[in-house]
């Protein structure tokens, strides 16, 4: 019967008994005969074998399509049990944006957390606002949600198609983390299934050490099958404003002063333009100059200049205050005056706007290209160092792709979860978005590599965010004095090193 051979199986995969499981049909077979609700798939492996990175291709064994947690702790139980006879991994996959192939599990089983759809998104209406979700949801289907009932989550990233699991693991940092920090701290429980096979819920007073350790934790001590997200009331409306500086300290200042401000603005990001031309005419398809003739006079060739952008939520009938606020506000700024541009669009089109560029991209097939894409986190000390060499010196053009730059304020933020950031409370985070069209990875990956020397030579406490490191030495330099208890934490909740292996941070238990 179906029953008695799975038993066989099982029972000649217990270590030591037998080598039956190192064959990799046996393997393959001892997969397909397990009771699950979802199913397992072999054949298509193709999309789980790469990312959006676009650089790294490790084929899978095996795709779990959950559909239940326990389909989730069945599959870790079973190679557990395996042991050291199968050399078989995990890694739980979002919605694969990653970058180095962190996603990937070579000849592992890869879970598509997408398939995960229970429970239902469900929102509490409560003095302070949740939303239960999948580990595997999209951020997209999630403010669909919430804005159905006049809310919506504080904290974002700058692109929607993301899960929970997959943000959650890394931090989730966009231009309203000055004000509510970064969404791994908007986050009030945590369903998980640990790389020992339990499916165990931590929150701040429930297993708090693990709940800590998963956010931001790259995904090394268990899966995330459910968060519980906190809400605010969401806005109708925004009001985006964008505005050049030719001077780096000044733009910085600006930014500073305000993420600093109590009542200030929703968001704030902003990007570096290096040698650009018609920078403003590009503008012009979606944001209004404040003054035409004065911007059409304006030219961005040949120069470096730096683009503050910020955001004032409001509702419809509030618009003349907003107006006010952003007035008041702008009033106190040093940027160019020509180039003061504005929009205003729904919260959902503000929030989604890097969707539109993906639709574009993909249709002219520039989607799918390599990323090699390096995102740092610099500590304000250092930001003036850093950008007069990186924007002056070592880079020529940003004709790849965009170059963000914005600081955060962490005084707030929650010192206790995995994420590794500068010791000084305000930092920037600095995006290298590139693509890589035209046969340019080469040249691109040394400049990441220019930059990176750069940081260690001058001696700057600069960090890695969603970071890459090929060997353990590299990753304990990046944890510093907190690779103790990370490592005491793998061991606790992943002795075997099944999980997230494309990290590289732990070899798996041979
Ligand atoms: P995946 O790439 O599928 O997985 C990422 C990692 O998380 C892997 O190690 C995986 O094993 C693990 N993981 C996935 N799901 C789970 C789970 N349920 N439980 C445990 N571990 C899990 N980041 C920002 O912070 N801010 C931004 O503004 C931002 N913008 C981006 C824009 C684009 C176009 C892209 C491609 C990426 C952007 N990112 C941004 C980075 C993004 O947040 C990370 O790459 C994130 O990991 C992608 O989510 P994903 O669902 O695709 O995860």
Same mark, same amino acid.
């Given at each position: ?14 270590? /030591? ?6 064959? *990799? ?52 139980? *079973? ?18 944006? %990653? ?122 001590? /268990? ?6 997200? %906190? ?56 944001? %209004? &100059? ?66 539109? /560029? ?47 730059? !914005? &600081? ?84 606790? !909740? ?17």
């Amino acid at each position: 019967t179906f029953l008695g051979i799975f038993m066989i199986l099982v029972l000649s995969c217990i270590p /030591g008994r037998t080598n039956l499981c190192s064959n *990799h049909s046996d393997t393959r077979s001892s997969l397909d005969s397990l009771d699950l609700e979802g199913y397992i798939t072999f054949d298509d492996v193709h999309n789980a074998s790469k990312d959006f990175g676009n650089r790294y291709q490790f084929p899978p064994l095996a795709i779990l399509h959950p559909k239940t947690v326990s389909d989730i702790s069945t599959v870790i139980r *079973h190679i557990l049990h395996l042991g050291s006879t199968s050399n078989l991994t995990v890694a739980a996959r979002g919605h694969g944006h %990653s970058l180095q192939g962190q996603a990937l599990a070579h000849q592992g089983v890869v879970i598509n957390m997408e398939s995960l759809q229970n429970p239902d998104i469900k929102i509490y209406r409560e003095k302070q606002p949740y939303v239960d979700v999948s580990g595997g949801e999209l951020w997209i289907n999630i403010l669909k949600e919430t804005l159905k009932h006049g809310l919506s989550p504080k904290s974002w990233t700058d692109y929607l198609h993301l899960t929970v699991g997959g943000t959650l693991s890394n931090a989730g940092i966009s231009g309203q983390a000055f004000k509510h920090g970064p969404q791994i701290n908007n986050v009030y429980q945590l369903e998980i299934v640990t790389g020992k096979g339990e499916v165990v819920t931590c929150s701040e007073k429930l297993n708090p050490e693990l709940f800590h350790s998963v956010l931001g934790g790259l995904g090394q001590f /268990g899966i995330i099958t459910r968060a519980r997200i %906190s809400l605010g009331p969401a806005p109708h409306m925004v009001k985006w404003i964008r505005v050049l500086y030719s001077n780096f300290s000044t733009f910085s200042r600006d930014q500073e002063h305000l993420i600093s401000k109590k009542k200030g603005f929703d968001y704030v990001e902003g990007f570096v333009s290096i040698n650009r031309t018609d920078l403003l005419n590009n503008w012009r398809s979606s944001f %209004s &100059p404040n003054d035409s003739t004065e911007a059409s006079q304006f030219k961005s060739d040949g120069k470096t200049l730096y683009c503050l952008e910020a955001v004032k939520y409001f509702n419809k009938e509030e618009a003349n205050s907003m107006n006010q606020e952003t007035e008041k506000l702008l009033s106190e700024l040093s940027y160019i005056p020509s180039t003061l541009f504005s929009s205003v669009v729904p919260y959902i089109e503000f929030l989604d706007r890097v969707h539109h /560029g993906e639709i574009k991209l993909r249709a002219k097939g520039l989607w799918e290209v390599p990323h090699p894409w390096l995102n740092l986190l610099v500590p304000k000390s250092s930001i003036i160092e850093f950008a007069t060499e990186v924007f002056n010196n070592i880079l020529t053009s940003n004709n790849n792709g965009p170059i963000l730059i !914005y &600081p955060v304020n962490q005084s707030k933020w929650n010192k206790q979860t995995s994420l590794i950031t500068p010791s000084e409370d305000i930092f920037y985070l600095v995006a290298f978005l590139p693509s890589a069209v035209q046969n340019d990875l080469e040249h691109l990956l040394r400049q990441n590599q220019r930059v990176l020397n750069f940081c260690a030579e001058a001696n700057m406490d600069v960090k890695q965010y969603l970071p890459h490191y090929e060997t353990q030495r590299e990753w304990r330099s990046h944890f510093g004095n907190r690779w103790e208890t990370f490592a005491k934490m793998k061991h606790e !909740y992943d002795p075997l090193a099944i999980l997230a292996p494309g990290h590289r941070i732990f070899q798996k238990a041979t």
